[in-house]
């Protein structure tokens, strides 16, 4: 069968524009993996950016510690500009030689595994307190560290106790003045406030601030920390923040947040 010119020129036009159909669909889809590919990099990014925010405030807050111990200086490791301080002391963040890679869970409760590596109980609420209330994060560092293994802790705890030790802090808050709120968490130790955290308040006269106390525990609760923060800073408003149990910690941060 012969194709008359005619023929031809409308099969020409056909495939044109079948092919223009094809570009035209073809470059939509690839725009539309484009923009769903930058959405998704920008997801990544905000993750990565409040990934990066929340270790990187501890992650200061613990290189800070680590450069004030380091050089013994009394230099702020805390540096912001707002009224409110969340100051927290963490059985992790004061450990010998920190902890051994696939440390047992069990024994070792008052940690809580993420991404990064562990982190204390007492540090994943002021983390939790200081993104709500934009307050300063502040490591309490002691020079007084203690055992990895967790009964050498408890048992170096309850010695130090008995001997009233007040070990010296390795990190200072130069501009306390500048706070009016602190906020402070610590884990329950013995059923009383661990030995560095009286060490914080014997080094800060607290009067006329308000003080929110947040802690960590396995079953006793504030036991009778408030009361003792009370005698320890008379002048301060001391009042209860929240008493979260370790294992729990993870799974209380809309309480933590709704707490303040
Ligand atoms: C030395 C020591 C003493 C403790 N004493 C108590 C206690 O008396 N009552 C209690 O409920 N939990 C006690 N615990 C458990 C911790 O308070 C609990 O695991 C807490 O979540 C640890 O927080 P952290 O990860 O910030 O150190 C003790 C833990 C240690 C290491």
């Not at 990187?56 to 510690?65: K, L, M, N």
């Not at 406030?193 to 929110?212: C, Q, R």
Request: aromatic share 6%; charged share 25%.
């Amino acid at each position: 069968m012969k194709i008359g010119e005619k023929e031809m020129k409308k099969i020409s036009v056909i495939v044109l524009a079948l092919l223009m159909s094809v570009m035209v669909f073809s470059g939509c889809s690839s725009q539309d993996k484009a923009s769903s590919g930058s959405d998704s990099a920008s997801e990544a990014s905000v993750q990565e950016v409040s990934g990066q925010s929340a270790d990187s405030v501890s992650g200061e807050a613990a290189s800070a510690a680590e450069s004030v111990a380091e050089s013994g200086s009394s230099e702020s490791a805390a540096a912001g500009n707002s009224t409110i301080l969340v100051a927290y002391f963490t059985r992790i963040g004061n450990t010998d030689g920190g902890f051994p890679e696939g440390v047992d869970a069990v024994t070792s409760a008052s940690i809580q595994t993420t991404d990064g590596g562990y982190k204390g109980n007492a540090q994943m609420i002021a983390e939790v307190l200081s993104d709500e209330t934009g307050g300063d994060l502040f490591a309490i560092e002691s020079e007084e560290i203690y055992p990895a293994d967790y009964d050498a802790t408890v048992n170096k705890a309850k010695q130090d106790q008995n001997d009233g030790i007040r070990p010296a802090l390795t990190t200072h808050v130069e501009n306390m003045d500048s706070y009016d709120t602190v906020i402070i968490a610590f884990p329950n130790w013995w059923g009383d406030l661990p030995m560095p955290v009286y060490s914080f308040f014997d080094e800060y006269d607290l009067a006329g601030k308000n003080i929110k106390v947040y802690v960590t525990h396995e079953g006793s609760g504030f036991s009778d920390t408030v009361d003792t923060i009370k005698e320890l800073e008379p002048q301060a408003d001391v009042t209860e923040g929240l008493a979260v149990r370790g294992g729990e910690a993870a799974d209380s941060e809309a309480e933590i947040r709704e707490s303040i």
